[in-house]
């Protein structure tokens, strides 16, 4: 008869941290797809509400990470096509003494992106709500994960809807 050997719950919790190494997190929620965008479209107008939420460059790190993420994929940044608008609603910066010292997500940062996409006409295709979360700030900023993956995640939905 074998015996397996059993990590008490704090350890083996600890041991998943530990090997995952996940400096952030991006997760989406209160997805609504009214109607899919069109996969033809091949131009896109990216704003972004600077007006709150941008104390640190917030606002303007998830505008420069959406014109880079679309212009990468290939899409022409004008008029005339979708237009997606995107809002900071929420935002949040932990202390960075508990995160380095305590770690396990104590501290973390986040912030919560809210997304509308509409036509050329102004009709609401689709909102939804990417929540992205700087676990250990030993290697990554909240800035960082405004600029690259919620840009990321906006730019994935809106791909997946339109198929």
């Known amino acids: 008869m074998t015996h397996a050997t059993r990590l008490p719950i704090p350890a083996a919790l600890l041991t998943c941290v ?40 917030e606002a303007v790190a998830l505008e420069n990470g959406l014109t880079r993420e679309f212009r ?9 096509g979708l237009s997606v608008q995107a809002e900071i609603t929420e935002l949040k910066r932990g202390s960075t003494v508990a995160n380095v010292i305590i770690g396990l997500g104590a501290g973390s940062d986040y912030a919560d992106v809210a997304c509308r996409v509409s036509d050329s006409t102004g009709k609401q295709l689709m909102s939804f709500v990417v929540h992205g979360t700087v676990v250990d700030k030993r290697y990554r900023e909240l800035n960082g994960v405004l600029s690259e993956y919620v840009p990321q995640a906006i730019l994935k939905e809106i791909k997946e809807a339109s198929r």
Do not use: H
């Not at 400096?23 to 209160?30: I, K, L």
């Not at 990468?72 to 005339?80: D, S, W």
């Open 18 to 57: 530990l090997a995952t190494g996940c400096s952030s997190t991006v997760g989406v929620r209160n997805m609504n797809v009214v109607q899919a965008p069109p996969a033809a479209v091949t131009k896109v107008a990216v704003s972004v509400d600077k007006a709150r939420n941008n104390d640190q460059g």
């Open 72 to 80: 990468n994929a290939g899409y022409e940044l004008a008029a005339g």
